[in-house]
């Protein structure tokens, strides 16, 4: 039986980054706009894992300033998307553990985290529990935010684990990311898989980067990169536009493969039926609420695992 293992190597990961963030101006370069300490200045300290998925110290010395307030921007949007998570788990962000409240129906109170205590409001609808199954199944509605410019952050994160050369290769993708506009020329994969884990938990976040074997396989093409955002125990997979060499050997008549990555290996293979996959399209550029189900499994009513 094929798994992603059979087409895909683990490339580079955040563990082995060493080259923090330096105060020295000497021989800057920002990767995404190609300007130096010339044009711009280089006074912040750049997150490559974003702090709202936790805090770390994973830095770098190629973001400039100007870069650096943009994709602040963008990331205002992703930490809406996953607030509810942050919340549930009471992960650390920059400014703490946030609260939550869940868009609310008219005439509705709202559900809640606080503290890591839900209180559900008066939307009966929005939880279910299953005493057989032992489940808590919790429908949480985001407030209003632009899947578009969480796509340029998680797109952000994979150039960052890049080598020079690679970046060289395939420097269409920042076409990608400077676009005010989704590109809809078949070369971006919009779909994003969310797993969240049941045994195992990330107590500070990192990223994995995974490179295809080979990128054409007889009638099959699969995308070279494919980045992997572990923070607590939720895990995102997104697949980075198309390579050069993806582009230049895509036929119309291959099929595109999307090898979803097996979370269970990560987590308690006897558990494997409790992990959720879901997934998330994120090309859409206008504000939108999404309603995310999450499932939690209990011991009994008064203890939630």
């Given at each position: 039986m094929e798994s992603f293992f059979d087409f895909y190597d683990l490339h580079t990961t955040s563990d082995d980054l060493s080259a923090n963030y330096s105060k020295s101006q000497n021989n800057r370069k920002c990767r995404?706009?190609?300007?130096?300490?010339?044009?711009?200045?280089?006074?912040?300290?750049?997150?490559?894992?974003?702090?709202?998925?936790?805090?770390?110290?994973?830095?770098?010395?190629?973001?400039?300033?100007?870069?650096?307030?943009?994709?602040?921007?963008?990331?205002t949007d992703t930490a809406t998307m996953i607030q509810h998570y942050l919340a549930l788990l009471r992960i650390k962000t920059k400014r703490?553990?946030?609260?939550?409240?869940?868009?609310?129906?008219?005439?509705?109170?709202?559900?809640?985290?606080?503290?890591?205590?839900?209180?559900f409001g008066s939307n009966i609808?929005?939880?279910?529990?299953n005493?057989?199954?032992?489940?808590?199944?919790?429908?949480?509605?985001?407030?209003?935010?632009?899947?578009?410019?969480?796509?340029?952050?998680?797109?952000?994160?994979?150039?960052?684990?890049?080598?020079?050369?690679?970046?060289?290769?395939?420097e269409h993708y920042f076409d990608f990311l400077n676009s005010e506009e989704p590109i809809t020329n078949g070369l971006q994969v919009w779909t994003t898989y969310r797993y969240m884990l049941k045994t195992k938990y990330h107590l500070v976040p990192n990223i994995n980067l995974y490179r295809a074997k080979k990128t054409?396989?007889?009638?099959?093409?699969?995308?070279?990169?494919?980045?992997?955002?572990?923070?607590?125990?939720?895990?995102?997979?997104?697949?980075?536009?198309?390579?050069?060499?993806?582009?230049?050997?895509?036929?119309?008549?291959?099929a595109l493969r999307l090898h979803m990555y097996p979370s269970f290996v990560l987590d308690d293979i006897t558990r494997l039926k409790q992990i959720e996959v879901h997934n998330m399209d994120l090309s859409e550029k206008n504000k939108v609420s999404i309603t995310d189900k999450v499932v939690l499994h209990y011991?009994?009513?008064?203890?939630?695992v």
């Open positions: 995404f706009c190609d300007k130096t300490p010339l044009d711009v200045s280089f006074n912040n300290k750049p997150h490559i894992i974003p702090e709202l998925f936790g805090r770390n110290n994973i830095t770098s010395n190629f973001e400039c300033d100007e870069c650096n307030k943009l994709f602040q921007n963008y990331e703490g553990v946030p609260n939550f409240q869940s868009k609310k129906e008219q005439g509705n109170y709202a559900t809640t985290i606080a503290d890591g205590q839900i209180n609808e929005d939880y279910q529990f005493d057989e199954e032992k489940t808590l199944t919790i429908n949480f509605r985001t407030k209003r935010f632009c899947p578009f410019f969480v796509y340029k952050v998680f797109l952000k994160m994979g150039i960052c684990l890049l080598s020079e050369d690679e970046i060289k290769e395939n054409i396989i007889k009638n099959d093409a699969f995308p070279e990169y494919i980045l992997l955002i572990n923070f607590s125990n939720i895990v995102f997979q997104f697949f980075l536009p198309l390579s050069k060499k993806n582009v230049t050997e895509y036929k119309s008549d291959l011991q009994q009513r008064d203890r939630l």
